[in-house]
């Protein structure tokens, strides 16, 4: 079981991108699915996250700006951004909790890091 972020990229102040993360492998369910954020020099923080029953929950950082959705059936998590600040630049990175594949119970499983840079 592997989540593949994609979508990362170099925008202006006041831009819009769309993140995505693929959960691939044979999974039957996965509970949470969130995204994270680190800029240089910061510890990694917890941007939004949805539950596997379409709950959200956002960083006041992002509220209003940042909209996190999930396809079930397509095991994929999105992130449109909108209306970017440099302060959002970071590398972002996608995350899932509870993953059932098959007999297994993953815990936890991170993807690969996309990069944001906001310019002003």
């Known amino acids: 079981v592997q989540l593949q972020a994609s979508g990362g990229g170099l925008v202006q102040s006041g831009g819009s991108l769309r993140l995505s993360c693929q959960a691939s492998g044979s999974i039957s369910s996965i509970n949470d699915m969130n995204w994270y954020r680190q800029a240089p020099g910061k510890q990694r923080e917890l941007v939004a996250l949805v539950t596997s029953g379409g709950i959200t929950n956002y960083a006041d950082s992002v509220k209003g700006r940042f909209t996190i959705s999930r396809d079930n059936a397509k095991n994929t998590m999105y992130l449109q951004m909108n209306n970017l600040k440099p302060e959002d630049t970071a590398v972002y990175y996608c995350?899932?909790?509870?993953?059932?594949?098959?007999?297994?119970?993953?815990?936890?499983?991170w993807g690969q890091g996309t990069l944001v840079t906001v310019s002003s």
């Open positions: 995350n899932a909790k509870g993953i059932r594949s098959g007999p297994y119970i993953y815990r936890e499983i």
